[in-house]
């Protein structure tokens, strides 16, 4: 998608320097467009519609080659300015010389009788890089006369100056007021509006730049009426329009085709995931030792670790087992409890439903500072794994990233697990040991647990459904400790593990090369 927008742009860039279409001899050039504009705002003056613009300017190519602007007597040289060449038809004009740019206002909050009319009054917010046909807020014919709001008509330009919102555009398809954020241009005759439009959309990066100010860094009226623009004639400027849109239609289907192909493989990856630990991916082999063994050793595993004293007793120790009657049962000490209501689905007879806390060491990792590390080690934060794929998209040292809080230590082969914001399924399995936040949770495989097997489990749609229902807080949800002990995970024989894990890795690859 980036890709594309990125195509998008240089578009717009060759459009506005007169490589997008083939100049026509016979067009009348934008000189003559600009004797016209001249004429134009004269009558408009005489008619008290405008103001003498005092700053009325003229660019021209002198015989040295160089560019100049002539404003009253004045002429100087701004070929520094000037950031392309252009055709010999087109002219170099300030934006100011082209259109009535104006910015609104709000008219006052305290004064009801400004606010519910009928005439729509667009916040910058309202910019939609495109054409503005509704406006959520409306103000009364009282605003519009006595404050300084202007009413815009059909066709105005327009741009965001303030905060996030600058170099936002628009082209108004309905009469409009807006607020102080946001200036309007109302192009002259010899201006094609939608080129104006997109040369805006083209220099977007240039007004984010030009924006000053802290908290609320903005562009200026007056910043936005000096900045040059390369004028085509007036049958090129519609040709330009016109094969921009032609083309930006076609990197929009291409765009919903690249959605449809990408909701399609995530739809397949869902499914032949939720295959595989279900036990319908391969096929199960007798001779294969029972995930029960498994989790038999795991107990045993853990019992020598409780002794050694590396971890302690788990007093909710539990056993899943079938009983006769078909039903799923939890033994946990002498208490034993049907949780067929729990098990998500069914899976073969040499596999195990277990908890995850039973099978794991679950984030009882050690906590370092930043004083007690090797400068040199692995340093995660949640940022640098990408959403729904956990790709790995950055890897810091400590020596790179100071920092104060203390972390957690994991070792290579640990499953890393995201508890804030789970519904972005940022699961990984460590290739190396490091350190990272306290919102990662690292994951101690026991004997019998492979990594990457464990990581899809986690990974898989019941689980991931199973983890958001038990999120707390709003703004940062997370998972607690206990809830996440209790999720259930489909044990399969540690031989079918790795046969999983193979056709899992081969059948997602071809899919991703789709």
């Known amino acids: 998608m980036e890709a594309l927008d990125a195509l998008k742009q240089r578009i717009l860039s060759l459009a506005i320097q007169g490589k997008l279409v083939p100049q026509d001899p016979k067009d009348e050039?934008?000189?003559?467009?600009?004797?016209?504009?001249?004429?134009?705002?004269?009558?408009?003056?005489?008619?008290?519609?405008?103001?003498?613009?005092?700053?009325?300017?003229?660019?021209?190519?002198?015989?040295?080659?160089?560019?100049?602007?002539?404003?009253?007597?004045?002429?100087?040289?701004?070929?520094?300015?000037?950031?392309?060449e252009i055709p010999d038809s087109w002219e170099w004009v300030r934006l100011g010389n082209i259109g009535n740019w104006k910015a609104g206002s709000t008219p006052n909050r305290v004064n009801s009788a400004y606010y519910n009319g009928n005439i729509p009054w667009l916040k910058t917010g309202d910019l939609n890089d495109g054409v503005i046909n509704n406006v959520p807020e409306c103000i009364t014919e009282l605003a519009l006369k006595e404050t300084s709001l202007r009413l815009n008509p059909k066709g105005s330009v327009l741009i965001a100056m303030y905060g996030a919102t600058i170099g936002k555009v628009?082209?108004?398809?309905?009469?409009?007021?807006?607020?102080?954020?946001?200036?309007?241009?109302?192009?002259?005759?010899?201006?094609?509006?939608?080129?104006?439009?997109?040369?805006?959309?083209?220099q977007r990066r240039y007004f984010v730049s030009k924006g000053f100010g802290g908290a609320q860094p903005n562009i200026s009226r007056e910043k936005i009426i000096a900045t040059l623009i390369p004028l085509p004639p007036l049958s090129e400027q519609e040709r330009i329009v016109s094969e921009i849109e032609r083309i930006f239609k076609e990197i929009e289907a291409i765009k919903a085709n690249q959605e449809e192909l990408s909701k399609f493989k995530e739809g397949i990856k869902n499914k032949i995931l939720n295959l595989a630990i279900q036990g319908k991916l391969v096929e199960q082999d007798p001779k294969d030792e029972p995930a029960s063994v498994l989790l038999e050793r795991i107990k045993a595993e853990k019992a020598e670790l409780v002794k050694q004293g590396k971890i302690k007793k788990d007093k909710q120790e539990s056993r899943i087992f079938k009983g006769a009657d078909n039903r799923h049962y939890e033994q946990i000490g002498s208490e034993i409890k049907d949780i067929t209501d729990e098990i998500p689905f069914d899976i073969p007879n040499s596999w195990q439903w277990c908890r995850l806390g039973s099978i794991i060491n679950y984030g009882e990792t050690k906590a370092v500072t930043y004083s007690e590390c090797n400068k040199n080690l692995w340093l995660l934060d949640l940022e640098d794994i990408e959403k729904d794929t956990s790709c790995i998209l950055k890897k810091n040292r400590i020596q790179d990233k100071p920092f104060k809080s203390t972390k957690k230590t994991f070792i290579k082969g640990d499953v890393l697990y995201s508890k804030l914001r789970p519904y972005l399924n940022k699961v990984i399995v460590a290739d190396e040991d490091g350190i990272c936040t306290s919102e990662i949770l690292p994951f101690r495989i026991y004997y019998g647990i492979v990594p990457e097997y464990l990581q899809y489990c986690l990974k898989s749609k019941y689980f991931y459904e199973y983890v958001n229902r038990l999120t707390y807080g709003v703004k940062m949800p997370r998972l607690g400790t206990e809830d996440g002990k209790k999720g259930m995970i489909p044990l399969a024989p540690l031989r079918e593990q790795y046969k999983i894990i193979k056709i899992l890795c081969e059948v997602l690859e071809f899919i991703n090369q789709l």
Do not use: M
Request: with cysteine.
């Open 170 to 202: 628009g082209v108004l398809d309905i009469e409009s007021t807006t607020n102080q954020a946001c200036c309007a241009c109302i192009c002259y005759h010899s201006i094609w509006n939608w080129y104006l439009f997109y040369y805006l959309l083209a």
């Open 29 to 84: 050039s934008a000189s003559v467009l600009l004797e016209r504009i001249k004429a134009e705002k004269a009558e408009l003056v005489k008619q008290g519609k405008i103001k003498k613009d005092k700053q009325e300017s003229r660019i021209f190519k002198g015989d040295d080659n160089k560019y100049y602007e002539k404003i009253g007597s004045e002429t100087k040289d701004i070929t520094d300015e000037i950031p392309f």
